[in-house]
């Protein structure tokens, strides 16, 4: 089927709609008044940053409908085609159903709500974060080690040095952890 230019504007109609208010919203969060303070991010950073992205993903899908031959055809697949895997045959095998792992997921997840005051956010985290990668079927224990203590350790320097976010530090003796931390990342 032919596409035509009312497909195209049809298309192009979200995005131009969305593009536009990001760019209303990105004019009016850039109108913030505040008291600028040296060293930190102001209450217009986080708005601002969102909305440019909204702005260049609209702006992108824009130009793929205006220019692409076939703008309702399929991106799926896209890394595997780079990969040279095949993704077709990929997605026609059965998926394997693993309910415990289900459960599980769920259990680590309430087991982390009830824990993380008393253990604090870093070493929670980290089991949480190792859980699931075991529970996932994971079982390099060294990479585990190293994605569920660095990611922890990336979560908490975004959260609280970057975003402002006071995390639960966690009581004694489990606090110490995380207040050596936060000292080592120059975290106040």
């Known amino acids: 089927m032919p596409v035509t230019p009312y497909t195209r504007l049809r298309r192009i109609a979200p995005y131009t709609v969305a593009g536009g208010a990001g760019v209303v919203l990105f004019y009016i969060a850039a109108q913030f008044e505040f008291h600028r303070r040296a060293g930190t991010l102001g209450p217009d950073f986080w708005p601002k940053l969102i909305l440019g992205l909204l702005i260049i993903v609209c702006i992108c899908e824009i130009t793929r409908i205006v220019f692409a031959r076939n703008p309702d055809s399929d991106i799926s697949g896209v890394l595997q085609n780079i990969a040279g895997a095949d993704p077709v045959a990929e997605s026609t095998e059965p998926a394997d159903r693993h309910p415990w792992r289900l459960l599980a997921g769920m259990a680590a997840t309430l087991g982390y709500v009830a824990l993380v005051s008393t253990t604090g956010f870093f070493l929670t985290t980290s ?40 995390l639960p530090i966690g009581s004694d003796p489990f606090a110490q952890v995380t207040l050596l931390l936060m000292q080592l990342m120059g975290i106040r």
Do not use: D, P
């Open 127 to 166: 089991a949480y974060l190792a859980a699931f990668l075991i529970i996932g079927g994971y079982r390099n224990h060294k990479v585990t080690a190293a994605l569920s203590l660095g990611g922890a350790l990336l979560l908490m320097f975004v959260f609280m040095k970057l975003v402002y976010v006071s």
